[in-house]
């Protein structure tokens, strides 16, 4: 398995619910990030979580970082339809003490959220 | 500019032939990275510059696959000869040392 793998692979829930999707990796890291994709071209940029950082919230979004257990948890609450799209966790790994921004992509989970 | 310009958007090539992809990072964004994405994949890493050297070039899959930035701005990806297991949506972010990614739309590659 790869470093930054998330799970469920695909997600389907009704708008209003919240929607969960869980990051495991393998190495240490710097810190951990999100991103969305939409109908597979640029990726947007969710929320950073720094390897010391227990949990970071934004709008809707919250992020948990466990890294005793190497996992990571996106939740976004109350979904709407418009969150429909590919989520992906991505890691940047330490790199003898330099903050070397290089992330590595987990395979994404594909959220589909019904109106 | 106000994101990650990349060009051209689309491209459909004739096996064997040269591609030259295009990116325009945001000004001031000192690293630079180009990602590939087959098809329902995940993002694959090519190669990272830091201003115009390239540190990591780890990721480049084979010699036909070359890369280089001027000016810390501009980037180029090009792949010679290209094989139809090229065809993937070639990703370029840019990025302040440490930060997240800015992505650009990509430039999908088919090669037939």
């Known amino acids: 398995s790869q470093q930054g793998e998330e799970d469920p692979q695909a997600l389907s829930i009704q708008e209003g619910e919240n929607a969960t999707m869980n990051c495991s990796y393998k190495?240490?890291?710097?810190?951990l990030q999100w991103y969305r994709q939409n109908s597979g071209r640029g990726l947007v940029h969710l929320i950073l979580?720094?390897?010391?950082?227990r949990e970071k919230h934004s709008g809707r979004l919250r992020v948990t970082l466990d890294t005793s257990k190497k996992s990571s948890s996106l939740l976004i609450t109350a979904s709407r339809a418009a969150d429909t799209a590919s989520y992906f966790c991505?890691?940047?790994?330490?790199?003898?003490?330099?903050?070397?921004?290089?992330?590595?992509f987990g395979q994404g989970t594909i959220l589909t959220v019904h109106p | 500019g106000a994101g990650v310009s990349q060009s051209p958007s689309n491209k459909v090539t004739e096996k064997g032939k040269d591609v030259e992809l295009r990116c325009d990072p945001i000004?001031?964004?000192?690293?630079l990275y180009w990602y590939r994405q087959r098809l329902g994949q995940g993002l694959e890493f090519l190669i990272y510059?830091?201003?115009?050297?390239?540190?990591?070039k780890s990721g480049l899959p084979s010699d036909r696959f070359s890369a280089e930035r001027t000016g810390e701005s501009v980037s180029t990806l090009t792949i010679q000869r290209t094989q139809q297991e090229d065809s993937a949506v070639y990703l370029c972010?840019?990025?302040?040392?440490?930060?997240?990614?800015?992505f650009g739309s990509g430039t999908r590659l088919t090669v037939v």
């Open positions: 972010a840019s990025s302040r040392q440490g930060g997240g990614y800015t």
């Open positions: 190495t240490s890291i710097n810190n």
């Open positions: 979580i720094r390897s010391n950082e």
């Open positions: 991505a890691t940047a790994v330490n790199a003898g003490g330099t903050s070397y921004g290089k992330l590595t």
């Open positions: 000004s001031g964004h000192t690293a």
């Open positions: 510059f830091q201003g115009n050297s390239a540190p990591d």
